[in-house]
C-alpha cells in the first residue's frame, strides 16, 4: 500500500513524507507536486492507503481535488494539510469527503498524532467483536462518547484530554466511520 504526500512546496512535501515515515515506517510514499498525473502514477505504485492533500496546488481550484480523489476512491483516508485557517475551509474540506483537516501551523508533533490516528490499524484501537456479535469500542472512543453526550465542543474534548484538536477530530472520525454514522 501506498500513501501519496501532495503538494507543491518541495520542503512542506518533505516534511510531509518524514512524519509519514515516521508513523508509518517502511510503508511506499508517492510524492507529487500537483493531481494532473494522478491517475498514471497511481497504475505505477501499490493501492493508495492515505492520501496527505494540500489545497492550494497548480492545478486545482478550491477543494475541487477533495471531490475528485473521495468520488474516485472513497474508502481511502485523505488528510488534508493546508496552510488555510481552519474556520476558513474545514466545514467545507469535510463536506467534501476529507477524513480530517490539519493546518501546517498545527506543528510536527500534532500532525504525526493525527497521522498515527488515522493509520493506525482498527484493530490496535480496540475496534473489535466481543464474540458475541457486540461492538467493542476503545477506551478513548467511549471518553468521545460520553464527552459528545456533555455537548462539549471539540476545543473543550481537546483540552479535557489533553491532545490537540485535530487529533480529536480524527478519533471522532474513526468513531464515526466505526458507528457508521456521518456526525
Given at each position: 500500500?501506498?500513501?501519496?504526500g501532495?503538494?507543491d512546496h518541495?520542503?512542506?512535501?518533505?516534511?510531509?513524507?518524514?512524519?509519514?515515515?515516521?508513523?508509518r515506517a517502511?510503508?511506499?510514499?508517492?510524492e507529487?507536486?500537483?493531481?494532473?498525473?494522478?491517475?498514471r502514477?497511481?497504475?505505477?505504485h501499490?493501492?493508495?492507503?492515505?492520501f496527505c492533500?494540500?489545497?492550494?496546488?497548480?492545478?486545482?481550484?478550491?477543494?475541487?481535488?477533495?471531490?475528485?480523489?473521495?468520488?474516485?476512491?472513497p474508502?481511502?483516508?485523505?488528510?488534508?494539510?493546508s496552510?488555510?485557517p481552519?474556520?476558513?475551509v474545514?466545514?467545507?474540506?469535510?463536506?467534501?469527503?476529507a477524513?480530517?483537516?490539519?493546518?501546517?501551523?498545527?506543528?510536527a508533533?500534532?500532525?504525526?498524532?493525527a497521522l498515527?490516528?488515522i493509520?493506525?490499524p482498527?484493530?490496535?484501537l480496540?475496534e473489535?467483536?466481543d464474540g458475541?456479535?457486540?461492538?467493542?469500542?476503545?477506551k478513548?472512543?467511549?471518553?468521545?462518547?460520553?464527552?459528545?453526550?456533555?455537548?462539549?465542543?471539540?476545543?473543550?474534548i481537546a483540552?479535557?484530554?489533553?491532545?490537540?484538536?485535530?487529533?480529536?477530530?480524527?478519533?471522532?472520525?474513526?468513531?464515526?466511520?466505526?458507528?457508521?454514522?456521518?456526525?
Amino acid at each position: 500500500m501506498a500513501i501519496y504526500g501532495i503538494d507543491d512546496h518541495p520542503l512542506m512535501r518533505d516534511a510531509i513524507v518524514m512524519l509519514v515515515r515516521r508513523v508509518r515506517a517502511g510503508s511506499e510514499v508517492v510524492e507529487l507536486s500537483e493531481l494532473s498525473d494522478i491517475e498514471r502514477i497511481m497504475a505505477e505504485h501499490d493501492t493508495p492507503e492515505l492520501f496527505c492533500l494540500d489545497l492550494k496546488l497548480p492545478d486545482t481550484v478550491g477543494i475541487s481535488r477533495v471531490k475528485l480523489l473521495k468520488s474516485h476512491y472513497p474508502d481511502v483516508p485523505l488528510a488534508v494539510i493546508s496552510a488555510t485557517p481552519a474556520a476558513d475551509v474545514e466545514d467545507w474540506c469535510r463536506e467534501a469527503g476529507a477524513d480530517v483537516y490539519i493546518e501546517k501551523s498545527a506543528g510536527a508533533s500534532e500532525i504525526t498524532n493525527a497521522l498515527r490516528a488515522i493509520l493506525m490499524p482498527e484493530s490496535v484501537l480496540g475496534e473489535l467483536d466481543d464474540g458475541a456479535g457486540q461492538m467493542r469500542l476503545s477506551k478513548r472512543q467511549k471518553q468521545l462518547i460520553v464527552m459528545l453526550d456533555e455537548g462539549l465542543s471539540n476545543r473543550d474534548i481537546a483540552e479535557r484530554l489533553g491532545i490537540s484538536e485535530h487529533t480529536v477530530k480524527v478519533h471522532l472520525w474513526r468513531l464515526f466511520r466505526r458507528l457508521g454514522v456521518k456526525s
